[in-house]
């Protein structure tokens, strides 16, 4: 059986800022919640600091301080060496499974090939997002996923409900720009080679 390979590229030119503080802290979490990778215990403690303050500056930036720009910059350079590091750790320890890759929240290289319909992603979860106005919403990873299509709308929904369709490569994704005070209606599919989409159950989340 041919290995999987982790990726350890996490430069601005795969992960834009927030995407890479959203999937670093993911890698935080799920290393630190693996009975596999418990020697990396430390790293991923440090991976979520790390992760904590880039997140720090980012917020700043809309300050448009040179200097904020600088250590938001140093910040990520840190992030990415440690999630690189971390990457080819969880390559060495899984021997190349790919489950176990995947239950450390690390993407895998894949080779495109029919698989069939994927299954309907599972624990859909969403969460007050970084910014007023938005959600972060996050779930279970489905093997053989390349993309995630998130599809959201005003609560309830009905036959006449106007849907909005978003897509992510990572299992979480922020929703920015939605009404306060309203309730959306949130469905997430998996999306492979077969151009057929098994949705989630319909989930409901009030924006704060």
Do not use: C
Not at 21 to 39: H, V, Y
Not at 44 to 62: C, E, R, V, Y
Not at 98 to 113: D, N
Not at 145 to 162: H, M, R, W
């Amino acid at each position: 059986m041919t290995k999987a390979k982790v990726i350890v590229d996490f430069s601005a030119n795969r992960y834009s800022d927030l995407e890479l503080k959203n999937i670093a802290e993911t890698i935080g979490e799920d290393l630190l919640n693996s009975t596999t990778f418990q020697s990396l215990n430390e790293m991923a403690n440090a991976i979520k600091s790390q992760a904590t303050d880039f997140g720090s500056w980012l917020i700043k930036m809309p300050e448009g301080n040179k200097q904020v720009t600088l250590s938001k910059n140093q910040s990520r350079g840190l992030l990415e060496n440690s999630l690189s590091t971390a990457a080819i750790k969880v390559q060495d320890l899984s021997n190349g499974d790919e489950k176990l890759i995947l239950s450390a929240g690390f993407e895998v290289k894949r080779k495109r090939a029919p698989v069939g319909l994927l299954d309907r992603p599972e624990n859909v979860i969403a969460k007050a997002g970084p910014t007023r106005g938005s959600l972060e919403i996050s779930w279970n990873v489905v093997p053989n996923a390349y993309l995630y299509e998130v599809q959201y709308t005003e609560a309830p929904a009905t036959v006449d409900s106007k849907w909005s369709h978003t897509s992510s490569t990572k299992h979480k994704m922020v929703i920015d720009g939605l009404t306060r005070g309203k309730a959306y209606v949130i469905q997430v599919a998996a999306a492979g080679s077969d151009p057929g989409r098994v949705w989630s159950d319909e989930m409901i989340s009030y924006v704060m």
